[in-house]
Nanobody, 124 residues
Framework: QLHLVESGGGLVQAGDSLRLSCVAS????????VGWFRQAPGKEREFVAV????????WYADAVKGRFSISRDTTKNTAYLQMNTLKPEDTAVYYC?????????????????WGQGTQVTVSP
């Protein structure tokens, strides 16, 4: 069973940067890819970005496009989310998840393994 662990969250000021990591153990990520989602207090979990594990193609939510960058290191079984120019509205718990072969990349129900999340807090 795939086990995912996120790290790299923290408390930063608006305009700062953070890089989140997601390490997989007990297997490798699905070729369909690994995604990042986030959930702010009182809000539903929302899609942030996804990257295919083999080809490295990536897609982003409009809210983060141009500021966030997703990447992966297949030799380390690790995915990353580089977050630049952070805004207070980026405050949330960030989760990585393993994508199943079917379903839309932005839909959380098509991801089967999830990490425990890492908190990102951006102060004004």
């Amino acid at each position: 069973q795939l086990h995912l662990v996120e790290s790299g969250g923290g408390l930063v000021q608006a305009g700062d940067s953070l890089r989140l990591s997601c390490v997989a153990s007990g297997g490798t990520f699905s070729p369909a890819g690994v995604g990042w989602f986030r959930q702010a207090p009182g809000k539903e979990r929302e899609f942030v970005a996804v990257i295919t594990w083999t080809g490295g193609s990536a897609w982003y939510a409009d809210a983060v496009k141009g500021r966030f960058s997703i990447s992966r290191d297949t030799t380390k079984n690790t995915a990353y989310l580089q977050m630049n120019t952070l805004k207070p509205e980026d405050t949330a718990v960030y989760y990585c998840a393993d994508k199943t072969y079917r379903g839309e990349y932005y839909d959380a129900q098509y991801y089967d393994y999830w990490g425990q999340g890492t908190q990102v807090t951006v102060s004004p």
